[in-house]
C-alpha cells in the first residue's frame, strides 16, 4: 500500500505529510496568551488610591506586577503596539506614527497615512507571523497595524474603516451575534468611545469562546481619548479606567465559562503613560510666520507647501525639511528660532536619534530631521494658522493629557501584570523594558522570537512555565 502512494502520488505524500506537521504543531501546545493593552494605562495608576481597578489589583497581588514598564520612542500607540509584539524599538520594526509619513517632494507638505497595511508599516516578524508559521491560532483585536495581516485567524484591527477590514468570517459571525449592527463603518465610526470598547470586548470574548485562539492581542481605547480631553488622574480618566478594568473581568469570566482559565497567562499593559501640559507650542505657525511654511484657512485648512514642518508627537515633535536646495539654511534657520521659542527645552540631532531607539533619516525616510523636545508644562501641535506660537490648555479643545514625551520621563512608563499559567505569584518587578514583552510570551507558548532584541522576563516565570 504504501510503496504505491509514495510511488504513483507524489503530490499526496506532500500534502499528507503537510497536513501532520501543521496539526502537530497546532497540537504542540493546549497553553494560550492573551496580551491586553489599555491604552494610556500609566503605571502610577496601580498605586493610586483614587484609581477604581479592583481588576487588575487583583490580578497583581495573585500574579506577577512591575513597578512600569519603559516604553519606546516615540511614546504613541502605533509605534508601541508594534514593539509589544514585535520585540524590538521603532528603528527596527519602522512604526513611527500612527500610520505611515509620506514625502511627497520638494516644498510639499508630509504628512501621516493611517489606512496603511500591515506589510507597507511592519518592517520585521512579529509574534502573529512567528506563531502562525508554526501552526498556532492567533487574534488581534483592535490591534494597531494589522491592516491586511495574513497571520492572522481572526482579526478586527485597529485601522480606518475597522469593519471593511475585519476578516470576513469574524465580520459575519458578529453581525449574526448582534455585536455589530452591520458592515457601515461610517456608523461604528459614530459610535461613542465606551461603546466601541464594548463592542471590541464582546468580539475578543467571542473569538475565545469561538476559536481559542493560543494567542490573542485586544486593545482597549477610551482611556487614551479620555485622558486627552480631561487630564490624567481626573474623574473622567478614572472613570474611563473603571470601564477597561470591567472589561478585563469579562474577560476572565469568559475564561471561567470556556474552561480555559487554567491553561491562560493574562498579561495587561499600556502602550505609553500620560502627563498634563498647561501649554501648547505651535513650531509650524513659528515656520509659517518665518516664511518657510505657507497654510491656507479655506474650508479645508491645512498646509499647503512647506520648507520645514513638524509632526507632533505629542511631548516631542518631529522636524522635516522638504527641499534639498534649501536645507541648510532651513535647518539654521529652524534651529535659530526654536533654541529662542519658549516651550522648547532641547533641540536633538540626528546623531543622538540611535540612542533613542530610532532610525537614522538617511536609511528610514519617515525618520525627521530633528526632533523638538517640550519643557516641562508644554507640550506640541501641528497647527499651522493663527497668530500665537504659544497657546493655553483649554477643555474646548480636548488637550489637557498628553503622551509622546522621551521614555525617559517616568510618568510614560506604562502599567504591566502577568497573571495565570506559569506566571510566579507574588513576583515583584522593577522597571521592564517593553521589547521583553514578545519574547517572554513566544517562550510560554513553548517557542522562540526570532530577531527580537529583548529578553525573557525569566524573574515572573514559575518553574514549569516553559514546560
Known amino acids: 500500500m504504501f510503496p504505491g502512494i509514495f510511488g504513483a502520488q507524489p503530490s499526496l505524500v506532500v500534502a499528507l505529510l503537510w497536513f501532520f506537521l501543521t496539526f502537530a504543531a497546532r497540537a504542540s501546545t493546549n497553553h494560550h496568551v492573551i496580551l491586553i493593552t489599555i491604552d494610556g494605562l500609566a503605571a502610577y495608576y496601580l498605586t ?24 519606546s520612542n516615540p511614546a504613541i500607540t502605533w509605534p508601541n503596539h508594534t514593539t509589544l509584539v514585535a520585540g524590538v524599538p521603532p528603528a527596527k520594526h519602522s512604526v513611527l506614527f500612527n500610520g505611515v509619513l509620506t514625502r511627497p517632494g520638494a516644498g510639499k507638505p ?14 520585521v516578524p512579529t509574534l502573529f ?9 492567533t487574534a488581534g483585536i483592535n490591534w494597531p497595524c494589522t491592516r491586511g495581516a495574513t497571520t492572522l485567524d481572526d482579526n478586527f484591527p485597529d485601522v480606518p474603516d475597522q469593519i471593511t477590514h475585519t476578516t470576513p468570517r469574524l465580520r459575519e459571525e458578529l453581525i449574526a451575534a448582534r455585536i455589530l449592527e452591520g458592515t457601515n463603518d461610517a456608523s461604528f465610526r459614530g459610535q461613542s468611545g465606551p461603546a466601541k470598547d464594548q463592542t471590541w470586548t464582546a468580539a475578543a470574548v467571542h473569538v475565545l469562546g469561538k476559536r481559542r485562539p493560543h494567542f490573542m492581542a485586544f486593545h482597549l481605547l477610551i482611556t487614551d481619548s479620555t485622558q486627552h480631553k ?24 469568559t475564561l471561567d465559562a470556556t474552561g480555559l482559565r487554567e491553561q491562560t497567562t493574562l498579561i495587561i499593559t499600556a502602550d505609553h503613560g500620560f502627563e498634563t501640559a498647561l501649554k501648547i507650542v505651535n513650531p509650524n505657525v513659528a515656520f509659517r510666520k518665518a516664511g518657510l511654511l505657507t497654510a491656507t484657512t479655506s474650508a479645508v485648512p491645512g498646509i499647503v507647501a512647506a520648507r520645514a514642518q513638524i509632526i507632533s508627537e505629542g ?19 529652524v534651529i535659530e528660532l526654536m533654541r529662542a521659542q519658549e516651550g522648547v527645552a532641547e533641540i536633538l540631532p540626528q546623531e543622538q ?90 517562550a510560554l507558548l513553548g ?13 515572573m516565570l514559575a518553574d514549569d512555565a516553559l514546560r
Open 230 to 253: 480631561y487630564g490624567p488622574q481626573s474623574p473622567a480618566a478614572y472613570t474611563a479606567i473603571a470601564l477597561a478594568d470591567a472589561q478585563v473581568a469579562e474577560v476572565l469570566r
Open 110 to 123: 508630509v504628512r501621516v497615512e493611517p489606512a496603511s497595511t500591515m506589510a507597507t508599516l511592519v518592517a
Open 129 to 137: 507571523d512567528e506563531l502562525h508559521r508554526a501552526g498556532y491560532r
Open 353 to 442: 536619534f540611535a540612542a533613542l531607539g530610532l532610525p537614522d533619516p538617511a536609511k528610514n525616510r519617515q525618520m525627521s530631521d530633528l526632533i523638538l523636545v517640550a519643557s516641562e508644562g508644554y507640550a506640541f501641535n501641528n497647527e499651522a494658522n493663527g497668530d500665537e506660537v504659544v497657546t493655553e490648555v483649554t477643555l474646548a479643545a480636548g488637550n489637557q493629557g498628553h503622551h509622546g514625551f522621551l521614555s525617559r520621563l517616568p510618568k510614560m512608563n506604562a502599567a504591566f501584570i502577568a497573571w495565570g499559567r506559569g506566571i510566579r505569584s507574588g513576583a515583584r518587578l522593577g522597571v521592564i523594558e517593553n521589547i521583553d514583552v514578545a519574547p517572554t510570551i513566544a
Open 315 to 333: 511631548g516631542i515633535a518631529m522636524v522635516y525639511f522638504t527641499d534639498p536646495a534649501t536645507l541648510e539654511s532651513d535647518r539654521s534657520k
Open 447 to 459: 517557542q522562540k522570537l526570532s530577531g527580537a532584541d529583548g529578553r525573557v522576563l525569566s524573574q
Open 48 to 71: 493610586d488610591a483614587k484609581a477604581p481597578i479592583p481588576t487588575l489589583r487583583k490580578l497583581a497581588a495573585e500574579g506577577a506586577v512591575a513597578e512600569g514598564m519603559r516604553v
